[in-house]
């Protein structure tokens, strides 16, 4: 298969800091309209996807703010997939057990890392062959969290940067 099929099949699953900070910073719904446009468009062509537990955690903030509009009201149910899979669960189940013997990370990254999205983000991915879209960086020095980088290289996922993604996709903002 040459490079250009490769990349046409690349399907993306985004973490909930793609929403947050895009959010926040660089796609403000104000100013970058059309980024939050193209994530839709991309889903509808079959290109992305995120979790249900990726919506639990943004809607969780709670700050009733055009992020959380945008889901309530402009987000498809089919953007949200669930996690509630067998294949999933025992892929997370592999990696929380990776997590809690390892000695590197603190106990309390190990609290953080069962309680949030991450690990099912990367079993969803892994399970689906789909590249895990993020806005965190590896780092393998990190003890007091578990970088979802560092978690997706163990495991075999891909990660990138929305910037990454937005490229593979050809999207340009006008």
């Not at 909930?16 to 839709?40: E, T």
């Amino acid at each position: 298969m040459n490079k250009a099929a490769k990349e046409v099949q690349q399907k993306f699953v985004l973490d909930a800091n793609v929403f947050i900070q895009s959010h926040r910073d660089h796609y403000a719904f104000d100013i970058v309209p059309g980024f939050w446009k193209s994530l839709l468009e991309q889903h509808d062509a079959g290109m992305l996807i995120s979790i249900d537990r990726v919506k639990d955690e943004v809607l969780d903030g709670g700050r009733g703010d055009a992020l959380e509009d945008w889901v309530k009201k402009s987000t498809p149910k089919t953007l949200w997939a669930t996690t509630k899979d067998t294949k999933v669960a025992a892929a997370f189940g592999e990696m929380m057990n990776w997590v809690q013997v390892s000695t590197h990370y603190t106990a309390a990254a190990k609290r953080i890392f069962a309680t949030n999205a991450d690990g099912w983000l990367a079993a969803y991915a892994k399970v689906n062959g789909l590249i895990l879209v993020t806005h965190e960086k590896f780092n393998a020095d990190k003890k007091v969290e578990v970088p979802l980088p560092n978690l997706c290289e163990q495991f075999g996922v891909e990660p990138i940067t929305t910037f990454e993604m937005l490229r593979r996709l050809k999207i340009k903002f006008n």
